[in-house]
């Protein structure tokens, strides 16, 4: 059934193209006239200071693991709760979704007593 | 609209719970635990194991499938979480002095060991590609996190990046191939890939194959087979000793279940297909692990070596792929759990006997051990000669069998193969017997310290047991047997 | 009871798991009290066994042996078809050997928990000597013959080690080996001849083998019997692998008198008598059984008149009655061969503890002619001995006296004239050296060094009280087999009967009393004659034997050497096995062998660099090859399904 995944070939092919073009088109076409303001890393409008290559602290990655794992994990609820009317056993669905919810509140307790939350 | 739920049944994979909700508890309780106290959390550990244990004898005749069908209680996956379950009760009492010897956080390594060991025995009771996966993460993130535990050694750091990035990229291959059967079945199960195999056969299509081919990778990776072995040596030296032991042993059971489930369940419809593959990988296994062991002086590097070469023999027994293959896959794994476990605790042993962070790794640190550690140096050389395969050691046993399953489906060569490699092999672990009785102890006085008594009672108990089954196999051959019949549905 | 046979071998394997886990930790007294009671119980059971058994009827509705059992006790070898199961066979003749096997065992026990006292290895004597009895249980029990060889091997073990328990002692570690390597040619044999039956008949286990046996083409049959026996002259010490029991004095005497006179010696009579069917179907072996036999009982007992070492004379007069035994098996009459057996144990092991005792008190003299006068010093120990000398030289109504008579009759009967001749001649011997020994040990003047004087003293009364049980038991034991024309019927014939049904010369032979009555006299008179001879010798006329020995001193130093065999074994077979062995290994060995060897070693060291050169530790360079080998799968998959080979 190799036809099966034409449409997966097409969506590639589209997507691959379409920032193809949307990176050579400017690059070809547009008029370049480069002054030190345009040249300049955009930073939300502020001056840049100092290089950008540093190293920042490694808070920041535990922070943003932490953001990650719980955002994601708890957006998985979403779904749950939007089925949730229609689930046949309804204790069953808020067993399951109440382990689930337990384990992460298990690793929070974790991540909070070993400091994970502190910003030093 | 009304989406029903499946009962769960629980009870049928009540173990891998017990073993995860002890894993929780152990991580919470230890963080209320002063420092000085948190080696006692093994205690706790080794009781949620053991009841573990005690539950896989309470299902033994079950056959179960739960979760959805997505998960499969039957004789193939409770002997084999048996062996998982043996391999992290000896890692248990082989880490409750060493642990805190060399500074591992306690709360989080046995909590990670837990973890991983729940992965391992989901991933023998998985019969769908998606528990298959989430298995094998759940056993290899615990993993990675626990090769890299030992944060004072810059080599356990670097043996965890290594893992991790090779785990990454073979994870990725395992995916793709899944991603490929399910395009071709249009189902996960892998009951519903062997019935799609039925009926097409080996007229296939070759995404399929591909398919197959990918996910034997993936798989491979995990049990260090050649040439996607190249991690073992690297992540076996730098890992914490007693890590290295409990994953030789545990994480290969679990790979090998799913091999088993993927090629004879799943697969059996191609089965002319991957018995070449499985062959060749065999063979370049057993060859290439051996030979590297040869020249190793640094004992994890050899003992990681010669647990690939022992992949090897393994997988000539799955090669059979018939009822006394499995039968051997079976005991040989059961005892090299064992017996490898137990070679690894001997080395923390010789550690706790030196002095330097690296001690009891190098050749010359087992030196004149019979002179001094009589007993220790007698279950080392016992557990070598079971690795040889000596008469009437279990591994002797346990190598008879996977190789005449080998004979019997007319892999003649790949016997032939399996004992000369065995000859060879002879060489290096028989050189650990010289070393520790034929040469003496150089240069630093000996220290008399005293070995912690539950490292005492798991090498005892590694030792005893290749002795025990050497003489007594049909002890366990007889569980075996059962169990493979109910597999090959006789 | 029955279902618990098995307890008979556990016993003493838990005697033996205890003291060795904690006979460290134990005072002597408790690991000797551990081992003993390990051995009684066990006998206990047995005898338990032996009384329900008794109660069974003896056939079964089809006519088999209705006392036999096979009772499964787990399965030891699975391996594909080749499957081991190790079970018991419990019948008439594995009880009786149990019974003897466990009860004397039981008795030299405690002999020894006094008798060894002073030693040091207390525990691993005792370690060892449950083992043993574990070990000949494993022997006798067992349902196949690879069990009878796993205990054939393992009481060969003990033995060494018993005999080389004073390893310190040169002469004991040398005797040990002597016998290690001696029993080896003999179980080689014994390990062909299974080998053997596997080949031809498929099963090593009795009850497939023996009902078989009958098919057997003739020429299959001798040579399974010929290797069988050849293994039994190793371990029941017959021409001509005998050499090493007389070295095996070497041991203590308990040792002495519990493996190589009692027990671990008869297990080649037993062997034989066990596999009555495969000998019955060789006539030829069965023959050659039988001369074997009868011609080392004459041989040993000539070498016995003359020896001056106690415990050697003993020695020897048991290698001539395993002998007189085999005569007894060879010809046919393996209840007579059996009933032998029994006696003999208790009369051997009596004679061995009166030796010790006399040891005991002349602080280990073993010299006859440096003893004498002890009867009036010892008297319980000249009692006992007293019924062993009667026991052993077939003086009516004492043990030996039955179980001899039975033997010769059927020597007589089913064997042939001369075989009976030789019996005759032998028990003549014997009654000689008997009371040789006695006369020249209890009666006469006493020749005991001036400073051993004094020492000497009866034994402990735990010494003399194993020594009088067995004192009893060499006297009365004798009634189980009472000769037909005594009319009261042979207990020990009947019981065995069903056993041995098949044997057609097993059938009780009546209405031969004439004939009975002849050679009972003959015997008689031959005994009488020993008796008068030793009576006249060293009685008597004291001296004298020194002064005939020296009218012919050339025979007499060629008895007493033992006519030399040892040393015509070492000119033969040890010299030039050791200069072949020098001869390969300086020139064969060195420059062939070796060097094929390290070429190989070198060649896969080689491959073993190569291969650990790949293993760079670099990331980069693990993933290309995984890569590698990942491109080469994926195209195999590819190029076999689209080309499709």
Redesign the interface.
């Known amino acids: ?2 036809e ?2 034409g449409p997966i070939v097409i969506l590639a092919v589209v997507a691959v193209g379409l920032s193809a073009i949307a990176i050579a088109a400017p690059a070809l076409f547009g008029p370049k006239r480069p002054t030190e303001t345009k040249l300049a890393p955009y930073e939300s409008g502020k001056l840049p200071i100092g290089p950008a290559r540093r190293r920042f602290s490694v808070q920041y990655y535990l922070y943003a693991t932490l953001f990650l794992l719980f955002d994601v994990a708890f957006l998985l609820l979403f779904p749950w709760a939007v ?1 949730f009317r ?4 309804k204790m ?2 808020l ?2 979704a109440g382990i689930f919810a337990l ?1 992460l509140v ?1 690793g929070l ?2 991540v909070w ?2 400091g994970g939350l502190e910003w030093e | 609209m009304e989406i029903s739920i499946a009962p769960l049944n629980l009870l049928a994979i009540a173990p891998q719970i017990v073993v995860s909700v002890t894993a929780l508890v152990v991580l919470l309780v230890g963080l209320f635990l002063p420092e000085e106290h948190r080696g006692r959390i093994a205690w706790p550990s080794l009781a949620g194991v053991l009841i573990a244990a005690g539950l896989l004898y309470y299902l033994w005749d079950r056959n179960d499938l739960t979760l959805s069908a997505m998960l499969r209680t039957d004789g193939y996956s409770l002997f084999l979480n048996l062996i998982i379950l043996i391999a992290a009760a000896l890692a248990i009492l082989f880490s409750v002095d060493y642990a805190g010897r060399v500074r591992l956080p306690r709360t989080e390594y046995y909590s990670l060991l837990l973890l991983s060991t729940t992965g391992m025995m989901l991933m023998t009771a998985a019969v769908n590609l998606i528990t298959l996966f989430l298995a094998l993460e759940m056993l290899s993130i615990a993993l990675y996190v626990l090769v890299g535990l030992n944060r004072a050694e810059q080599r356990s750091g670097e043996a965890a990046i290594k893992y991790l990035v090779l785990g990454a990229f073979s994870s990725g291959f395992l995916l793709y191939g899944m991603a490929l059967v399910y395009g071709q079945v249009g189902s996960m199960a892998l009951d519903d890939v062997r019935v799609h195999l039925l009926s097409t056969g080996s007229q296939s299509p070759v995404l399929l194959w591909l398919g197959l081919g990918l996910m034997l990778i993936g798989f491979g990776f995990k049990v260090a087979l050649v040439p996607f072995h190249m991690w073992t040596p690297d992540v076996y030296q730098g890992a914490p000793t007693s890590v290295t032991a409990f994953m030789s042993a545990g994480t290969k059971v679990a790979g090998f279940a799913a091999l088993g489930r993927v090629t004879l369940v799943a697969f059996s419809g191609l089965q002319n297909v991957w018995i070449w593959v499985l062959a060749v990988l065999a063979a370049l296994t057993m060859t290439i692990g051996n030979l590297a062991a040869l020249r190793q002086t640094n004992l994890k590097r050899m003992l990681a070596y010669s647990s690939i070469a022992h992949a090897g023999y393994v997988l000539v027994g799955l090669t059979a792929a018939n009822r006394t293959g499995l039968d051997a896959v079976f005991f040989y794994l059961f005892i090299y759990a064992f017996m490898n476990t137990g070679a690894f605790a001997v080395l923390i042993a010789a550690h706790r006997l030196g002095s330097s962070p690296v001690a009891g790794e190098n050749l010359d640190d087992l030196a004149g051990l019979a002179e001094h550690r009589p007993w220790l140096a007698a279950a080392m050389a016992l557990l070598m000669f079971s690795l040889t395969g000596v008469p009437p050691l279990a591994g002797f046993l346990g190598k008879l069998y996977l190789f005449s399953a080998a004979v019997e489906a007319g892999l003649i060569w790949l016997a032939i193969l399996g004992v000369l490699n065995s000859v060879v092999s002879a060489y290096y672990y028989l050189r650990v017997v010289v070393t520790m009785y034929m040469r003496d102890k150089k240069g630093a006085e000996v220290v008399p310290a005293p070995l912690c008594p539950a490292l005492q009672l798991g090498i005892a108990v590694a030792a005893i047991a290749t002795v025990f089954w050497g003489l007594w196999p049909a002890s366990i051959l007889n569980l075996v047997t059962i169990t493979t019949r109910s597999f090959f549905g006789g | 009871m029955l279902n618990y046979v098995w307890l008979i071998p556990l016993l003493p394997l838990l005697g033996v798991l205890v003291n060795v886990a904690l006979g460290r930790w134990l005072s002597r007294r408790i690991v000797a009290f551990l081992a003993c009671l390990a051995v009684v119980a066990s006998f206990l059971v047995a005898l338990l066994v032996f009384f329900e058994m008794l109660g069974l009827p003896t056939e079964t509705e089809a006519g088999g042996n209705g006392r036999e059992r096979i009772i499964p006790i787990f399965s030891w070898i699975v391996a594909g078809n080749f499957q081991v199961e190790a079970r018991i066979l419990l019948d008439q003749l594995s009880i009786l050997m149990a019974l003897v096997v466990t009860g004397v065992s039981a008795i030299i026990h405690v002999y020894s928990a006094e008798y060894m006292k002073e030693e040091a290895y207390y525990a691993r004597y005792f370690i060892w000597l449950n083992l043993f009895v574990f070990m000949m249980l494993v022997l006798v029990l067992g349902d196949s013959f690879l069990t009878m060889y796993v205990g054939w091997e393992g009481v060969g073990l003990c033995s060494y080690l018993l005999i080389g328990y004073w390893f310190e002692k040169e002469s004991a570690a040398q005797a040990g080996k002597k016998a290690f390597i001696v029993n080896r040619v003999g179980d080689f044999g014994f390990a062909l001849g299974i080998m053997l039956i596997f080949a031809t008949l498929g099963s090593l286990s009795f009850e497939d083998v023996f009902p078989a046996a009958k098919s057997l083409l003739p020429g299959t049959a001798t040579a399974i019997a010929l290797l069988l026996f050849l293994g039994a002259t190793g371990k029941s010490a017959q021409i001509p692998l005998y050499v090493w029991l007389p070295d095996a004095m070497e041991g203590p005497t308990p040792v002495s008198a519990l493996i190589h006179a009692a027990t671990m010696v008869t297990a080649g009579v037993y062997m034989v008598a066990r596999c009555h069917a495969i000998f019955e179907a060789s006539p030829l072996a069965s023959s050659v059984v039988a001369w074997i036999g009868a011609i080392t009982a004459l041989y040993a007992a000539t070498i016995a008149l003359v020896q001056k070492d106690l415990k050697r004379v003993l020695a020897y007069s048991t290698i001539s009655q395993l002998g007189l035994m085999f005569t007894g098996v060879g010809v046919g009459a393996y209840a007579a061969g059996m009933f032998h057996l029994t006696t003999h144990a208790f009369f051997k092991a009596l004679l061995f503890l009166c030796a010790g005792s006399v040891m005991h008190a002349l602080a280990g003299e073993l010299d006859i002619f440096k003893m004498g006068g002890l009867r009036h010093k010892m008297p319980y120990t000249f009692a006992t001995f007293l019924v062993g000398v009667f026991a052993i030289s077939g003086i009516p109504f004492f043990a030996g006296f039955f179980s001899k008579e039975e033997i010769l009759f059927s020597e007589f009967v089913y064997g042939n004239p001369v075989l009976w001749l030789l019996g005759e001649i032998t028990a003549g011997l014997t009654a000689f050296y008997a009371f040789r020994l006695l006369f020249v040990v209890f009666y006469g003047k006493s020749r005991i060094a001036k400073k051993l004087e004094a020492h000497i003293h009866e034994s402990p009364s735990l010494m003399l009280a194993p020594m009088i049980l067995l004192a009893i038991l060499a006297f009365i034991g004798g009634y189980i087999g009472l000769p037909p024309v005594w009319g009261l019927g042979n207990a020990i014939d009947r019981f065995l009967h069903p056993v041995f049904a098949d044997v057609p010369l097993a059938q009780e032979a009546t209405g031969r009393a004439t004939l009975e009555w002849f050679i009972m006299a003959a015997s008689l008179l031959a005994a009488g004659l020993g008796f008068l001879a030793a009576y006249w010798l060293y009685v008597r006329k004291w001296g004298m034997a020194e002064r005939m020995s020296e009218s012919a001193p050339g025979l007499y130093r060629l008895v007493y050497d033992k006519y030399r065999i040892d040393e015509l074994y070492n000119t033969v077979i040890v010299k030039p096995l050791q200069s072949l062995g020098t001869a390969l290994s300086s020139t064969v060995e060195k420059r062939g062998i070796d060097g094929a060897v390290h070429g190989l070693a070198w060649l896969t060291d080689r491959a073993g660099e190569g291969v650990r050169r790949l293993q760079t530790g670099l990331v980069r360079n693990y993933a290309l090859l995984m890569f590698v080998g990942i491109v080469l799968l994926v195209a195999y998959l590819i190029i076999r399904r689209v080309v499709g080979f």
């Open positions: 059934m190799p099966d995944y089925v229609d689930l046949a056993p069953t669905g067993l399951i384990t298990a307790v974790y007593k070993r």
